[in-house]
């Protein structure tokens, strides 16, 4: 079983839709996780971290985490044609370790 | 602050050939990490640093050394290049002590292509 599972995509979405982009994880210790943003090309940047049940908000976007149920979603609202790219979800091993893994990413490509 | 540097940004080499890909922080981050990406993957951890002087395997160790002996700067080596070694490498570091969140800095990538 993979440790940090994602849908490849593509993800295919109107702008001005919501995108919901989806991770699954294995270790249920872990603690801390992750959205990075990757463009065709470049280097992944930080979108949003979250290690608390519920949701958190910042812009556009919302990470939403379930430990119970072993899942971390990220909501894209409003969603831009700057926004396509690939989605990389990564959770931090458990016991407090600071070492990702990483999911394979989620390609999201917003149409005008 | 520069943030992570990279270099070179492109490297072609030949089967058996060996090189160092360079890696620099200046953010004064004590974990550093070195992954490659292959086409349509996700992040694959070949060596981690927690600090200077320490060094531990990640996930595909194989055919790759590393050594940190300041905080500044952690070179990946590769020893008898092979096709499979053919991918994008990010070196990426963070700043990691007591808070169990990390964000993690990255490179601007090497893309390495051995023939």
């Known amino acids: 079983q993979k440790e940090v599972e994602q849908n490849s995509g593509p993800l295919s979405v109107p702008e001005g839709a919501i995108a919901s982009l989806n991770c699954t994880y294995s270790?249920?210790?872990?603690?801390?996780f992750f959205w990075y943003r990757q463009y065709s090309g470049k280097s992944p940047e930080l979108i949003m971290f979250i290690y608390s049940n519920g949701d958190k908000e910042d812009g556009r976007f919302t990470a939403q985490l379930n430990k119970a149920s072993q899942y971390v979603s990220l909501l894209i609202r409003d969603s831009q044609p700057s926004d396509s790219a690939t989605y990389l979800c990564a959770v931090n091993r458990p016991g407090g370790s600071y070492i990702p893994t990483f999911g394979r990413g989620t390609s999201l490509i917003v149409h005008p | 602050n520069a943030g992570v540097t990279q270099t070179p940004k492109f490297r072609i080499l030949k089967i058996g050939q060996s090189m160092t890909l360079q890696c620099t922080q200046d953010m004064n981050h004590n974990y550093m990490y070195w992954y490659r990406q292959d086409p349509g993957m996700g992040l694959k951890l070949i060596y981690y640093?927690?600090?200077?002087?320490?060094?531990d395997k990640g996930e595909v160790p194989n055919g790759y050394n590393v050594s940190r002996s300041t905080t500044e700067d952690f070179p990946l080596r590769l020893e008898l290049a092979a096709p499979s070694q053919t991918s994008v490498y990010f070196c990426?570091?963070?700043?990691?002590?007591?808070?169990?969140?990390?964000?993690?800095?990255f490179g601007p990538g090497t893309r390495l292509t051995v023939l």
């Open positions: 990426a570091s963070s700043y990691a002590s007591g808070s169990v969140h990390n964000e993690q800095f």
């Open positions: 640093s927690v600090g200077a002087g320490i060094t």
């Open positions: 270790d249920r210790g872990s603690q801390s």
